[in-house]
């Protein structure tokens, strides 16, 4: 059993800043990308940024130049360092992981719960 969860949600001015955590535990044999997807209400969920267990990274247009993502291989865990935050950076966020379970198996895509981010303006 894989299991991610999220941290690091609030409620924060324009302009400040957060970092979401998500720590994925249980049996895992090894990571490959892992990413953070948000969904703003009224709208569908989208990725946000991706790190791949290389250290390459992408992000969307609107992020860009405001949002780092990293992880940290050791402890299984991805962040994502959120700066000059906007209103429209309101949404739940999620992340996601592609795992592999046992050697030699297949990835599978695992979610977290998701943690709330809200920006007021």
């Known amino acids: 059993q894989v299991q991610l969860v999220e941290s690091g949600g609030d409620l924060v001015q324009a302009g400040g800043s957060l970092r979401l955590s998500c720590a994925a535990s249980?049996?895992?044999?090894?990571?490959?990308?892992m990413a953070w997807y948000r969904q703003s209400p009224g709208k569908q969920r989208e990725l946000v940024a991706h790190?791949?267990?290389?250290?390459?990274?992408y992000y969307a247009d609107s992020v860009k130049g405001r949002f780092t993502i990293s992880r940290d291989n050791a402890k299984n865990t991805v962040f994502l360092q959120m700066n000059s935050l906007r209103p429209e950076d309101t949404g739940v966020y999620y992340c996601?992981?592609?795992?592999?379970?046992?050697?030699?198996?297949?990835?599978?895509?695992?979610w977290g719960q998701g943690t709330a981010v809200t920006v007021s303006s």
């Open positions: 996601k992981a592609v795992i592999k379970v046992v050697y030699g198996g297949l990835l599978y895509d695992y």
């Open positions: 249980g049996s895992i044999f090894s990571i490959n990308t």
């Open positions: 790190i791949t267990n290389t250290g390459s990274t």
